[in-house]
T-cell receptor
Framework: DAGVTQSPTHLIKTRGQHVTLRCSPI?????VSWYQQVLGQGPQFIFQ???????GRGNFPDRFSARQFPNYSSELNVNALLLGDSALYLC?????????????FGSGTRLTVV | GEDVEQSLFLSVREGDSSVINCTYT??????LYWYKQEPGAGLQLLTY?????DMKQDQRLTVLLNKKDKHLSLRIADTQTGDSAIYFC????????????FGAGTRLTVKP
């Protein structure tokens, strides 16, 4: 079975541009969460979606938005990119929203803003 | 704000035991986790423990939970060079924001 898949794996963007990151959860998982991991730090929670509805939002500016599709895949959008948005963006999925038994993470999208 | 805290580095010899410690923030956290991250990869769930447990053992891994001190530890028995990675402690307060809070990670280096 495929795990959580994310695309693209690497991306280089210029300040001010917009980026869309994509995630496909494990088959049967209805919850998708997004995390930002800056080099040398632990992941920081951005969003969680369950059954296409936003269930949680972390402390990130409105430049960050996300959505979940009927097939439970998800997109993370970031507008007006800043240098500080350079990070590894991780997607995680679980069967239920609380992730009681832990989330399964994808390998991430490495975003570099220049 | 409050942070999940971990020591940043740990170095051990192959075959020794490794103990990675973590202090979490929320006494109401119901679920606590250990994740492993190898270079260039995502996070791999190693094990989890519910707050109504004091200890959990899974092959070479032993998790100890001290709820009074909000302290979590991960012991790796017979540490191997393949265990070299960054280990993250995480808590899930299980209220409606549904976020997991991670520590900064402990980089474990296993020397042959």
């Amino acid at each position: 079975d495929a795990g959580v898949t994310q695309s693209p794996t690497h991306l280089i963007k210029t300040r001010g541009q917009h980026v869309t990151l994509r995630c496909s959860p494990i088959s049967g998982h209805k919850s998708v969460s997004w995390y930002q991991q800056v080099l040398g730090q632990g992941p920081q929670f951005i969003f969680q979606y369950y059954e296409k509805e936003e269930r949680g939002r972390g402390n990130f500016p409105d430049r960050f938005s996300a959505r979940q599709f009927p097939n439970y895949s998800s997109e993370l959008n970031v507008n007006a990119l800043l240098l500080g948005d350079s990070a590894l963006y991780l997607c995680a999925s679980s069967e239920e929203p609380q992730g009681a038994f832990g989330y399964t993470f994808g390998s991430g999208t490495r975003l570099t803003v220049v | 704000g409050e942070d999940v805290e971990q020591s940043l580095f740990l170095s051990v010899r192959e075959g020794d035991s490794s103990v990675i410690n973590c202090t979490y923030t929320d006494s109401s956290s119901t679920y606590l986790y250990w994740y492993k991250q190898e270079p260039g990869a995502g996070l791999q769930l190693l094990t989890y423990i519910f707050s109504n447990m004091d200890m959990k053992q899974d092959q070479r891994l032993t998790v100890l939970l001290n709820k009074k001190d909000k302290h979590l530890s991960l012991r790796i028995a017979d540490t191997q060079t393949g265990d070299s990675a960054i280990y993250f402690c995480a808590e899930n307060p299980y209220y409606n924001n549904n976020d997991m809070r991670f520590g900064a990670g402990t980089r474990l280096t296993v020397k042959p």
